[in-house]
C-alpha cells in the first residue's frame, strides 16, 4: 500500500498537539465551536491511537517508542505525557457534567446541531441529547479507562493514583450513562406491507417481479429468527407487539436520540457481600454506586435513522472487543447494559444485511444504487451506510470471498460516483457528499410544535467511512488478487483524503479542507475534529491490517516447498562429495546454505514468497559451487 499509517498517525498527533496545547493548557474546539460530541473527538485524535495500536502506547512508559515521545514533546516526556493526557480527559468528563442536576454527564449535541436558512435554534434544543453523543463516549470512556488501568502499574504516588481513581469513577459513569441513552434510542418501526414503507421496502428487496405477498411471506421466513428475538428486548426502547401480523414488515436501528415514550432503564447494583452469605445477589443503595442522574424524556421520533444507526453499531462494537474483555473494562452493571445492547446489535446487523442482500440472486439490492429508505429519500451515501451494515455482517460471520469481492465493488462504484476516485466537474452533484454532506432532518427536535424550527445533522465522513470499510473488506478477502484491488482502492481514497489537509501554519495536516479538492468550495482555517477523528479511525484500521502476517497464496506454497526440495537434495549432494573439506571458503557457504535452508523451512507456508527468495539464492550459490567444479574437471 502506497498508504504510510505510521508516519501519518505521527503527523496528526503533532498537529493535534500543536493546535490544541498552547500556553500549557488544552484549548477545546474547531471550526464547529466546543460541544460533547467535537470535544471527545479532538482528545480521541490521540487516545485512539494511543490505545488501539500497539506501536503507538504511552501507557507504559518505560516501552514508549521514541518517535512517540518526538510526536507529543510539547507535553513532555515518557512520564509527564501520560499525566497531561489524564488531566485533559479528567477535564472533559466534569466539563459535560450537569451539576444541577443531579451531576448527569451531558450528551448534548450544542453547535453541531444546524438550522434551515437563517433560523436559529432555542437552546433547548442545543442541548438535546443525541446517539452520536452516546457512540462517542463509549469510545472515549472505554479508551480511558483502559488506559488508566494500564497506566495504573507505572505509578506509586499517593497524589496522581488518587487522579486516575477519579478519572476511571468519571469514566465509568458517563460510559454506564452512555449505555443507557442507547437503550432508549433503539427503534423498531413496524408497518403494514401495503403502507407507504411497506411498499418502499418491497420495491427495493423485489429484484423478480413475484407478486408483493410472496416476497413479504419470504422476507418474514428470512428474519423469523429476528422476529422472534424481539421478545427478549426487554429494557429500554425497541418493544414491539405488532409484528405477529402476516402482513407486517419492520426496519430495526437507532433513532437520532431517546425515543418518544421510551421507558427509563433501572440500574441495579449487587452487593457481593450480601450475596456470599444468602447465595442470591442482593439489589442494595451502596454509597459507591455511580451516579448518572435523571434520565431525560424521549421526544426523538420512534424510526431508524441509518447514519445514527451506523454510528450506534460501530460504539456498540468496541463493548466486547478483545481489549474491553482481556481488561476487563466493564462492571457488573455495564455487562449487564452491555449484553441487553449486543442483542440489538445482533437484531439490527442481521437485519440490514438481510434487506441488502435479499433475494441471493445475480443482484443484490445494495448493487442497485442509490439506495432508497423507507420515507422515500435516494441517496449515494444510504447505500455507503447499508453497505457498512452489511460489512459488520460478514466480519462476524466471516463470509465467503465472493459476498466480499460483490461489497468490494460496490464501494468501486461509491467512490466512483463521489468523485473520490473520479475527477471532478463543474456542477457535479457527488460534492454535496463531501460538503456539505447529507441532511438529516431530526423529526421531534421542534420545541413546541411540528411547525416549528426542526434541527439538522450534516454528515460529511463518506471518503473516510469509504477507506474505513475498504481496510476492513481487504482484511476478511482470502484471495490475494481481490485483496490487492481492495488495496489499490484503499490507496486511491487516501489520496484523496490527503490532498484535504489544511495548509495554515496553526493547524497544518489538520482535516478538512475540501476545497483543495472540489475547487469552488469556500477555504476554512480551523480544523474539523469531526473529520480529523475519522481520518485516523481509517488510518488505526489500516496500521492493524499492515501489522498482520501477508495473505498466503497456496500455488505459492506449492512452488516454494518444491524450490526447497530440489535445494535440499542438491544441499546434501554438496555434502556427499566433501565439497566442505574443500576450503574453509567453501565450508562458511555451506554453512551459510544450511541456516537459510532451516529459514526457508520454517516459513514456507507462511511466507512463501519470502522462503522462495530464500530458496533462489542457496540454488544460485549450490550451482556455483558445481560450475567451478565442472571447471576444473574440465582443465584437468
Given at each position: 500500500?502506497?498508504?504510510?499509517?505510521?508516519?501519518?498517525?505521527?503527523?496528526?498527533?503533532?498537529?493535534?498537539?500543536?493546535?490544541?496545547?498552547?500556553?500549557?493548557?488544552?484549548?477545546?474546539?474547531?471550526?464547529?465551536?466546543?460541544?460533547?460530541?467535537?470535544?471527545?473527538?479532538?482528545?480521541?485524535?490521540?487516545?485512539?491511537?494511543?490505545?488501539?495500536?500497539?506501536?503507538?502506547?504511552?501507557?507504559?512508559?518505560?516501552?514508549?517508542?521514541?518517535?512517540?515521545?518526538?510526536?507529543?514533546?510539547?507535553?513532555?516526556?515518557?512520564?509527564?505525557?501520560?499525566?497531561?493526557?489524564?488531566?485533559?480527559?479528567?477535564?472533559?468528563?466534569?466539563?459535560?457534567?450537569?451539576?444541577?442536576?443531579?451531576?448527569?454527564?451531558?450528551?448534548?449535541?450544542?453547535?453541531?446541531?444546524?438550522?434551515?436558512?437563517?433560523?436559529?435554534?432555542?437552546?433547548?434544543?442545543?442541548?438535546?441529547?443525541?446517539?452520536?453523543?452516546?457512540?462517542?463516549?463509549?469510545?472515549?470512556?472505554?479508551?480511558?479507562?483502559?488506559?488508566?488501568?494500564?497506566?495504573?502499574?507505572?505509578?506509586?504516588?499517593?497524589?496522581?493514583?488518587?487522579?486516575?481513581?477519579?478519572?476511571?469513577?468519571?469514566?465509568?459513569?458517563?460510559?454506564?450513562?452512555?449505555?443507557?441513552?442507547?437503550?432508549?434510542?433503539?427503534?423498531?418501526?413496524?408497518?403494514?406491507?401495503?403502507?407507504?414503507?411497506?411498499?418502499?421496502?418491497?420495491?427495493?428487496?423485489?429484484?423478480?417481479?413475484?407478486?408483493?405477498?410472496?416476497?413479504?411471506?419470504?422476507?418474514?421466513?428470512?428474519?423469523?429468527?429476528?422476529?422472534?428475538?424481539?421478545?427478549?428486548?426487554?429494557?429500554?426502547?425497541?418493544?414491539?407487539?405488532?409484528?405477529?401480523?402476516?402482513?407486517?414488515?419492520?426496519?430495526?436501528?437507532?433513532?437520532?436520540?431517546?425515543?418518544?415514550?421510551?421507558?427509563?432503564?433501572?440500574?441495579?447494583?449487587?452487593?457481593?457481600?450480601?450475596?456470599?452469605?444468602?447465595?442470591?445477589?442482593?439489589?442494595?443503595?451502596?454509597?459507591?454506586?455511580?451516579?448518572?442522574?435523571?434520565?431525560?424524556?424521549?421526544?426523538?421520533?420512534?424510526?431508524?435513522?441509518?447514519?445514527?444507526?451506523?454510528?450506534?453499531?460501530?460504539?456498540?462494537?468496541?463493548?466486547?472487543?478483545?481489549?474491553?474483555?482481556?481488561?476487563?473494562?466493564?462492571?457488573?452493571?455495564?455487562?449487564?447494559?452491555?449484553?441487553?445492547?449486543?442483542?440489538?446489535?445482533?437484531?439490527?446487523?442481521?437485519?440490514?444485511?438481510?434487506?441488502?442482500?435479499?433475494?441471493?440472486?445475480?443482484?443484490?439490492?445494495?448493487?442497485?444504487?442509490?439506495?432508497?429508505?423507507?420515507?422515500?429519500?435516494?441517496?449515494?451515501?444510504?447505500?455507503?451506510?447499508?453497505?457498512?451494515?452489511?460489512?459488520?455482517?460478514?466480519?462476524?460471520?466471516?463470509?465467503?470471498?465472493?459476498?466480499?469481492?460483490?461489497?468490494?465493488?460496490?464501494?468501486?462504484?461509491?467512490?466512483?460516483?463521489?468523485?473520490?476516485?473520479?475527477?471532478?466537474?463543474?456542477?457535479?452533484?457527488?460534492?454535496?457528499?463531501?460538503?456539505?454532506?447529507?441532511?438529516?432532518?431530526?423529526?421531534?427536535?421542534?420545541?413546541?410544535?411540528p411547525d416549528d424550527t426542526r434541527a439538522s445533522w450534516f454528515v460529511g465522513e463518506f471518503?473516510?467511512?469509504?477507506?474505513?470499510?475498504?481496510?476492513?473488506?481487504?482484511?476478511?478477502?482470502?484471495?490475494?488478487?481481490?485483496?490487492?484491488?481492495?488495496?489499490?482502492?484503499?490507496?486511491?481514497?487516501?489520496?484523496?483524503?490527503?490532498?484535504?489537509?489544511?495548509?495554515?501554519?496553526?493547524?497544518?495536516?489538520?482535516?478538512?479542507?475540501?476545497?483543495?479538492?472540489?475547487?469552488?468550495?469556500?477555504?476554512?482555517?480551523?480544523?474539523?475534529?469531526?473529520?480529523?477523528?475519522?481520518?485516523?479511525?481509517?488510518?488505526?484500521?489500516?496500521?492493524?491490517?499492515?501489522?498482520?502476517?501477508?495473505?498466503?497464496?497456496?500455488?505459492?506454497?506449492?512452488?516454494?516447498?518444491?524450490?526447497?526440495?530440489?535445494?535440499?537434495?542438491?544441499?546434501?549432494?554438496?555434502?556427499?562429495?566433501?565439497?566442505?573439506?574443500?576450503?574453509?571458503?567453501?565450508?562458511?557457504?555451506?554453512?551459510?546454505?544450511?541456516?537459510?535452508?532451516?529459514?526457508?523451512?520454517?516459513?514456507?507456508?507462511s511466507r512463501p514468497g519470502a522462503a522462495t527468495a530464500l530458496v533462489n539464492w542457496i540454488?544460485?550459490?549450490?550451482?556455483?559451487?558445481?560450475?567451478?567444479?565442472?571447471?576444473?574437471?574440465?582443465?584437468?
Open positions: 500500500m502506497r498508504i504510510e499509517p505510521r508516519q501519518h498517525l505521527l503527523e496528526t498527533w503533532r498537529a493535534t498537539v500543536e493546535s490544541s496545547w498552547r500556553d500549557g493548557e488544552w484549548h477545546w474546539g474547531g471550526r464547529d465551536g466546543s460541544n460533547s460530541i467535537s470535544d471527545a473527538e479532538q482528545l480521541l485524535c490521540i487516545l485512539l491511537p494511543a490505545t488501539q495500536v500497539t506501536p503507538f502506547a504511552l501507557d507504559r512508559p518505560n516501552a514508549t517508542d521514541d518517535a512517540m515521545l518526538d510526536a507529543l514533546r510539547p507535553l513532555g516526556d515518557e512520564k509527564t505525557i501520560p499525566m497531561h493526557l489524564i488531566r485533559i480527559a479528567t477535564d472533559y468528563f466534569n466539563r459535560y457534567l450537569d451539576a444541577e442536576n443531579g451531576n448527569r454527564p451531558v450528551f448534548s449535541g450544542g453547535s453541531y446541531f444546524r438550522a434551515p436558512g437563517d433560523d436559529k435554534l432555542a437552546d433547548e434544543q442545543l442541548g438535546r441529547d443525541i446517539v452520536d453523543s452516546f457512540a462517542i463516549s463509549v469510545t472515549l470512556s472505554l479508551a480511558s479507562i483502559g488506559f488508566v488501568r494500564i497506566f495504573r502499574q507505572s505509578v506509586t504516588k499517593t497524589n496522581l493514583r488518587r487522579e486516575l481513581r477519579n478519572l476511571e469513577r468519571l469514566a465509568s459513569a458517563r460510559l454506564t450513562a452512555a449505555m443507557v441513552g442507547l437503550l432508549r434510542s433503539f427503534s423498531t418501526h413496524v408497518f403494514e406491507s401495503d403502507d407507504a414503507p411497506g411498499k418502499i421496502l418491497l420495491q427495493t428487496i423485489n429484484r423478480s417481479g413475484v407478486p408483493s405477498k410472496t416476497v413479504v411471506n419470504q422476507f418474514r421466513t428470512a428474519l423469523q429468527e429476528t422476529i422472534a428475538s424481539f421478545g427478549e428486548v426487554l429494557i429500554g426502547s425497541g418493544q414491539t407487539e405488532n409484528l405477529e401480523s402476516a402482513n407486517a414488515l419492520f426496519e430495526c436501528g437507532w433513532s437520532w436520540g431517546i425515543v418518544k415514550n421510551a421507558p427509563t432503564v433501572e440500574l441495579e447494583y449487587k452487593d457481593s457481600s450480601a450475596a456470599s452469605t444468602t447465595g442470591k445477589a442482593v439489589i442494595v443503595e451502596a454509597e459507591d454506586r455511580e451516579e448518572i442522574g435523571p434520565q431525560p424524556e424521549g421526544i426523538a421520533e420512534n424510526k431508524p435513522y441509518l447514519y445514527f444507526t451506523v454510528v450506534a453499531i460501530d460504539a456498540i462494537e468496541d463493548l466486547f472487543s478483545e481489549r474491553t474483555r482481556v481488561l476487563g473494562l466493564l462492571n457488573e452493571e455495564q455487562q449487564r447494559l452491555s449484553r441487553a445492547l449486543q442483542l440489538r446489535w445482533d437484531l439490527t446487523l442481521t437485519y440490514w444485511a438481510t434487506v441488502a442482500t435479499f433475494g441471493g440472486g445475480p443482484s443484490w439490492p445494495l448493487e442497485d444504487p442509490p439506495w432508497q429508505t423507507t420515507d422515500g429519500l435516494r441517496s449515494e451515501y444510504y447505500t455507503l451506510l447499508v453497505t457498512s451494515i452489511v460489512v459488520k455482517d460478514l466480519v462476524r460471520k466471516r463470509g465467503s470471498d465472493t459476498r466480499l469481492a460483490r461489497i468490494g465493488a460496490v464501494l468501486t462504484d461509491l467512490a466512483n460516483e463521489s468523485r473520490v476516485t473520479r475527477k471532478h466537474r463543474a456542477e457535479d452533484t457527488g460534492i454535496r457528499l463531501h460538503h456539505p454532506g447529507l441532511e438529516v432532518n431530526l423529526e421531534g427536535s421542534a420545541v413546541d410544535s471518503a473516510t467511512l469509504l477507506l474505513q470499510r475498504c481496510v476492513v473488506i481487504a482484511g476478511l478477502l482470502s484471495d490475494v488478487e481481490e485483496r490487492a484491488i481492495l488495496l489499490r482502492l484503499a490507496d486511491r481514497v487516501w489520496d484523496h483524503l490527503a490532498r484535504r489537509r489544511l495548509e495554515g501554519k496553526l493547524h497544518r495536516r489538520l482535516w478538512d479542507q475540501p476545497s483543495n479538492v472540489f475547487e469552488e468550495l469556500s477555504d476554512h482555517e480551523e480544523p474539523s475534529w469531526y473529520y480529523t477523528e475519522r481520518v485516523v479511525v481509517g488510518l488505526i484500521s489500516t496500521a492493524n491490517l499492515l501489522s498482520q502476517e501477508p495473505l498466503v497464496n497456496d500455488r505459492l506454497v506449492v512452488r516454494a516447498y518444491d524450490l526447497l526440495h530440489e535445494a535440499e537434495h542438491l544441499y546434501d549432494m554438496e555434502r556427499m562429495r566433501g565439497s566442505a573439506e574443500a576450503s574453509l571458503e567453501v565450508m562458511d557457504v555451506l554453512t551459510e546454505i544450511q541456516d537459510k535452508l532451516e529459514r526457508a523451512r520454517a516459513i514456507a507456508r540454488l544460485m550459490e549450490l550451482d556455483g559451487l558445481d560450475a567451478v567444479r565442472q571447471n576444473e574437471s574440465t582443465a584437468v
